[in-house]
């Protein structure tokens, strides 16, 4: 059985790691919120976004001239943004999402398309070398630093390979932020655009109205879709962040909970270690005391 | 008496966001302003100066480059990028400026250096006059 000393020990060294993972689980739970005022300081952004984009939509505007809403019919290289974090100790966080495009992959491969790689963050990369999956490129996350700036130059690159031919389908591999208490792997089609005219619809009821355009529509809708894809990408940047904050957040809850958990086990064992002494040590000096009688 | 409800929206902030009378945006090509029922109208804007108008004051801002959307009374602007005019240091700008202007005589003319040195120029200039005012 343990000693006393031994199990103090233990004791001492869970306490530690508790106070690290309480201490990692304050510090996320701080940069989450953060998070979550950025998204919503862009949200409006994105749904005005739309709002004009279907505007100009409905105006009957020739938008499918666009080269963005190009489709290809016979797609075979596609291209998947693969968006993951820079540090561990988040749970399943970068796993999941990676599982998901690998899973994402092998169904395109099934169908006769090439897949191709541009992964955000460390985590990500590291495991594609580990596992020789050879990426188109790489680059580490920018977390919390991310500037619209970034995102557009992102969009920008994804966009002239698109239009350039190089790839006929891009998509984005991030995490979706469903509530602020769910979130999930997704992958969406970023190019060609897909606008959900139906569900944009629904929104903006009766948004039909005939428009002046200065200078005219087509140079405004030229000027839209390219801010609408950069908008696109910095939110699911936004998203990925924040769920990769919660899961860090709920890991390390989970740890502090588990640590306390077993502080609670080990305290009982020192107490019975030290209750077990103590009657050792009454019973030897009664036998003691009986035998000098 | 009737109002525009307006609101100033960048990618990363919301920006301004009530009730004004008047508004003056930088359009494209030139000053366009808005007073209630404005005619439904979209217009791309330029580098310049937004003024938002109540019955006593006038709020100032800075836009670059961006969309304006006006109906029923509801001006949406979405800017690339947008101040207002507190957050703008006049010495700051001007030393920028400076900066610039050296650089652009070290440039070669026409070069894509060149002109991203007048684009940002443009810029300086639109934010320098909001910082006057």
């Given at each position: 059985?343990?000693?006393?000393?031994?199990?103090?020990?233990?004791?001492?060294?869970?306490?530690?790691?508790?106070?690290?993972?309480s201490?990692?689980?304050?510090?996320?739970t701080?940069?989450?919120?953060?998070?979550?005022q950025?998204?919503?300081?862009?949200?409006?952004?994105?749904?005005?976004?739309?709002?004009?984009?279907?505007?100009?939509m409905?105006?009957?505007?020739?938008?499918?001239?666009?080269?963005?809403?190009?489709?290809?019919?016979?797609?075979?290289?596609?291209?998947?943004?693969?968006?993951?974090?820079?540090?561990?100790?988040c749970?399943?966080?970068?796993?999941?999402?990676?599982d998901?495009?690998?899973?994402f992959?092998?169904?395109?491969?099934e169908?006769?398309?090439?897949?191709?790689?541009?992964?955000?963050?460390?985590?990500?990369i590291?495991?594609?070398?580990?596992?020789?999956?050879?990426?188109?490129?790489?680059?580490l996350n920018?977390?919390?630093k991310?500037?619209?700036?970034?995102?557009?130059?992102?969009?920008n690159?994804?966009?002239?390979?698109?239009l350039?031919g190089?790839?006929?389908?891009?998509?984005?591999?991030?995490?979706?932020?469903?509530?602020?208490?769910?979130?999930?792997?997704?992958?969406?089609?970023?190019?060609p655009i897909?606008l959900?005219?139906e569900?944009?619809?629904?929104?903006?009821?009766?948004?039909?109205?005939?428009?002046?355009?200065?200078?005219n529509?087509?140079?405004?809708f030229?000027?839209?879709?390219?801010?609408?894809?950069?908008m696109?990408?910095?939110?699911?940047?936004?998203?990925?962040?924040?769920?990769?904050?919660?899961?860090?957040?709920v890991?390390?809850?989970?740890?502090?909970?588990?640590?306390?958990?077993?502080?609670?086990d080990?305290?009982?064992?020192?107490?019975?270690?030290r209750?077990a002494?103590?009657?050792?040590?009454?019973?030897?000096?009664?036998?003691?005391?009986a035998?000098?009688? | 008496?009737?109002?525009?409800?307006?609101?100033?929206?960048?990618?990363?902030?919301y920006l301004?966001d009530g009730?004004?009378a008047f508004?003056?945006?930088?359009?494209?090509?030139?000053?366009?302003?808005?007073?209630?029922?404005?005619?439904?109208?979209?217009?791309?804007?330029?580098?310049?100066e937004?003024?938002?108008?109540?019955?006593?004051?006038?709020?100032?801002f800075?836009?670059?480059?961006?969309?304006?959307?006006?109906?029923?009374?509801?001006?949406?602007?979405?800017?690339?990028?947008?101040?207002?005019?507190?957050?703008?240091?006049?010495?700051?700008?001007?030393?920028?400026?400076?900066e610039?202007?050296?650089?652009?005589?070290?440039?070669?003319?026409?070069?894509?250096?060149?002109?991203?040195?007048?684009?940002?120029?443009k810029?300086?200039?639109?934010?320098?006059?909001?910082?006057?005012?």
């Open positions: 059985m343990a000693t006393q000393r031994d199990i103090k020990k233990r004791i001492q060294s869970v306490t530690n790691t508790r106070k690290i993972t201490t990692m689980e304050m510090v996320s701080a940069k989450m919120q953060k998070m979550k950025r998204l919503e300081m862009s949200k409006p952004y994105e749904h005005k976004l739309n709002e004009i984009l279907s505007n100009l409905s105006t009957g505007l020739a938008v499918s001239d666009d080269p963005h809403f190009n489709e290809v019919s016979d797609a075979r290289y596609i291209l998947i943004l693969e968006i993951t974090g820079n540090r561990g100790l749970g399943s966080y970068n796993t999941n999402i990676i998901r495009s690998f899973s992959r092998d169904k395109l491969a169908e006769g398309k090439d897949t191709q790689f541009y992964v955000v963050g460390k985590k990500a590291s495991y594609f070398n580990f596992m020789k999956v050879p990426m188109y490129k790489s680059m920018p977390e919390n991310l500037t619209f700036e970034d995102a557009a130059e992102i969009g690159e994804l966009s002239n390979l698109f350039s190089d790839f006929h389908e891009v998509h984005i591999a991030y995490t979706k932020v469903a509530s602020s208490s769910s979130q999930k792997p997704t992958i969406i089609k970023l190019l897909l959900e005219e569900e944009i619809k629904d929104l903006y009821p009766g948004s039909h109205l005939e428009y002046y355009f200065e200078p529509p087509l140079e405004i030229s000027y839209l879709i390219p801010q609408y894809l950069k696109k990408i910095y939110t699911c940047f936004l998203e990925s962040s924040f769920s990769e904050q919660f899961a860090r957040r890991a390390m809850k989970n740890a502090s909970d588990a640590s306390s958990e077993m502080i609670r080990l305290t009982i064992s020192y107490n019975r270690a209750q002494k103590i009657t050792k040590e009454i019973s030897e000096i009664v036998g003691g005391a035998a000098l009688k | 008496m009737k109002k525009i409800a307006c609101s100033i929206l960048t990618p990363e902030r301004f009730e004004i508004a003056v945006v930088q359009a494209h090509n030139g000053e366009m302003g808005f007073l209630v029922d404005h005619a439904p109208l979209i217009s791309s804007l330029g580098y310049g937004i003024r938002l108008s109540d019955a006593k004051t006038t709020s100032y800075v836009v670059e480059g961006g969309v304006v959307q006006i109906r029923d009374n509801k001006l949406i602007i979405l800017a690339e990028k947008a101040l207002k005019k507190d957050e703008l240091n006049k010495d700051e700008i001007e030393d920028k400026l400076k610039l202007r050296q650089k652009e005589r070290e440039s070669k003319l026409f070069s894509a250096e060149w002109l991203h040195i007048l684009d940002d120029k810029r300086l200039y639109a934010r320098l006059r909001v910082a006057k005012r």
